[in-house]
């Protein structure tokens, strides 16, 4: 029978962990015990045999040396054992985050690790892109930095969420909407992915870009040029074969002197280019060397999706895979590691395995150097899209957004017209399922908005927020939390959380207003995408008669720059501005008001979206609520 309930996936993969993780357990405690026995059975033979004399004693020794053997090969195998138990512990939990994210119960999911944006930004802090519960919190199963940061950019590119400077291309969202689909399905590759990626820890802001920039770098190394290197092979080898001939010769000259004066001269003209390849491969070891598991899980991948398909293929085939090569990686930057160590030290006065193994590097560094970013670019997008596959996943019930690419082309005056955002059944994706209420919303087309009034709590905000939080998913490639969702390219702006700022003197009324002209400014600038505008209780710090100018002076400059948005208010005197009337597509959300039998006032709420103006208020029940009649 398929199992189609999330939760039922989830508990029985968790089960399947757990009892993995638990036989593994089992094997570790009686290995460790073994162990023991092995180690006391052995020294106690040992000690035995050195106490006593005559016969017997080579028995002793030989079941004492047995016995150690043993310990060692229990040692390597209980090593392995740990790790198994270790891995199947942190697949057990990766099933517990997807039931936490199942319920939204955001104390079950890992921190996120990055801050949040910067205040200046057009709308991350009030569509929660970050944060305690946030989009990326709920995309917890991202498993690397370059993964994260690429899903941050596709939720926080206020142009297009393609990238900067990239045109917004629908096709190119529909694809990622392909792999995310079939990589819903795939829920134990996208476990062991997570995992994987926990288990790698994280290089820090910027590391991999720098270590990017230096594997892609072209310069040449001039003085490890072919020639230093052929001296550096001939030079040792002239050296031991002179020492043989003077430990051979009784009386020859120590003419092995002059290659290994050589020898080091060489060793200290190169050391310099030596040192900085040494560090440049030390740092990009310590980072993409840790990626190597994750890429060989990768690279084993089975999909059907071309997409896929084609970054899958970036990782190399065959011999030529880049999991082999960052292993030899690893090997040449352990040997660099080596270079302080006595044994090394005396190996390289001969030797010069400097020269050598910086030789090894740098041919690594030109034969894969310049395919390290195409790595990363692969695996960050596989990451990215393996997170959002959690959405369909575990939200089956949720839609992938339809795109309209307007008929009058990208820069014409009726692309803006045609503009439209048509929701059925959209809900906020924040929310739990028992908690979140779905309605029909419709924005557009230009020259007209859509007004929201209500009482207080009644969720307006909340309905802005998830017309703005699913065109994030949308514009990412990931399903929606609605029945049906078709909208345009869109660029977003909004105006929700604003505060004052005492260092920078700023007051709410002014920092409101900066949020505005950051939104109006953005809406006019000519970009070929229409631009979606939501406006939450705008202009609060100052007088009923200015805010109501100034709203309105607002609202007229994002309708004539052929924006459509949505805005709400409890300013009913706006509605019925003559300016606005007509441009303004009404509904409200109601509060229902019972009394208690102590007679006190109790509010509850439905959060049902309804066709036309608020006709109630609630402040004064509230007031009432909390003891303040």
């Not at 999330?6 to 993969?13: A, F, H, L, T, V």
């Not at 405690?29 to 006593?52: E, V």
């Not at 150690?68 to 199947?88: C, G, N």
Request: proline share 6%; aromatic share 6%; net charge negative.
């Amino acid at each position: 029978m398929t199992v189609v309930n999330p939760r039922e996936r989830y508990e029985i993969r968790r089960a399947r962990y757990t009892a993995a993780r638990d036989a593994a357990r089992a094997r570790s405690r009686r290995l460790g015990s073994l162990r023991s026995l092995s180690f006391l059975g052995g020294a106690g033979l040992l000690l035995a045999a050195d106490l006593r004399a005559g016969s017997g004693v080579a028995v002793l020794v030989a079941g004492g040396i047995l016995l150690l053997a043993i310990f060692v090969a229990l040692v390597l195998i209980h090593r392995r054992v740990r790790k198994e138990e270790a891995w199947h512990d942190g697949l057990v939990g990766v099933t517990e985050e997807g039931l936490a994210r199942l319920e939204r119960r955001w104390d079950g999911l890992p921190p996120d690790p990055d801050s949040l944006p910067d205040t200046e930004h057009p709308y991350a802090r009030d569509l929660d892109v970050a944060g305690d519960a946030s989009l990326m919190r709920l995309l917890s199963g991202v498993a690397t930095r370059p993964g994260r940061d690429r899903l941050r950019s596709w939720f926080l590119d206020p142009i297009t969420g393609l990238g900067p400077q990239s045109p917004f291309r629908p096709e190119r969202v529909v694809a990622r909407q392909q792999g995310v689909a079939e990589l819903a399905e795939e829920g134990e590759v996208r476990d062991r992915l997570t995992a994987l990626g926990r288990s790698i820890p994280d290089p820090g802001e910027g590391v991999l870009e720098t270590v990017e920039e230096w594997f892609g770098s072209e310069e040449v190394d001039e003085s490890l040029g072919a020639a230093v290197v052929w001296v550096a092979g001939v030079v040792p080898w002239l050296t031991v074969g002179l020492v043989a001939v003077d430990l051979a010769a009784a009386g020859a000259q120590r003419w092995w002197l002059l290659p290994l004066l050589a020898g080091l001269w060489l060793l200290r003209s190169t050391r310099y280019p030596v040192r900085a390849l040494f560090r440049g491969a030390g740092v990009g070891e310590a980072a993409l060397g840790r990626l190597a598991p994750l890429v060989r899980e990768v690279e084993g991948l089975e999909v059907r999706d071309p997409g896929l398909e084609a970054l899958r293929a970036r990782f190399g085939d065959g011999e030529r895979m880049a999991s082999a090569a960052l292993r030899s990686l690893s090997r040449w930057s352990s040997m660099a590691e080596s270079r302080r160590n006595e044994f090394y030290i005396a190996l390289n006065l001969v030797f010069l395995l400097d020269i050598h193994v910086a030789h090894r590097l740098a041919g690594w560094r030109r034969q894969w150097g310049p395919q390290v970013a195409g790595w990363l670019d692969a695996l960050a997008e596989l990451d990215a899209l393996a997170a959002l596959a959690a959405l369909p996943h575990d939200h089956p019930d949720w839609t992938f957004p339809e795109y309209t690419v307007p008929a009058g082309g990208s820069d014409g005056p009726g692309e803006a017209a045609e503009a439209r955002l048509v929701a059925r059944g959209l809900g906020h994706p924040l929310l739990p399922a028992d908690r979140c209420v779905l309605n029909d919303v419709e924005v557009g087309p230009a020259g007209g908005f859509l007004m929201v009034t209500g009482s207080n709590m009644s969720g307006k905000s909340t309905l802005l927020r998830a017309l703005g939080t699913n065109v994030l998913l949308a514009r990412a490639g990931a399903p929606v939390c609605a029945n049906h969702l078709s909208l345009p390219p869109l660029r977003l702006g909004t105006c929700m959380r604003v505060e004052d700022s005492l260092a920078e003197g700023v007051s709410l009324f002014m920092a409101e207003l900066m949020r505005l002209e950051g939104v109006v400014e953005a809406a006019r600038r000519p970009s070929g995408v229409p631009f979606l505008y939501l406006l939450d209780e705008i202009l609060q710090g100052t007088n009923t008669a200015e805010r109501q100018i100034a709203a309105r002076r607002v609202l007229l400059h994002l309708l004539d720059s052929g924006s459509i948005g949505a805005i709400s208010t409890h300013d009913l005197a706006l509605a019925e501005d003559p300016g606005l009337q007509a441009a303004a597509r009404q509904v409200h959300f109601r509060e229902h008001v019972e009394r208690t039998s102590e007679g006190r006032p109790r509010l509850t709420f439905d959060y049902v979206l309804r066709p036309g103006l608020a006709t109630s208020t609630n402040a004064l029940t509230l007031l009432e609520i909390v003891g303040l009649s």
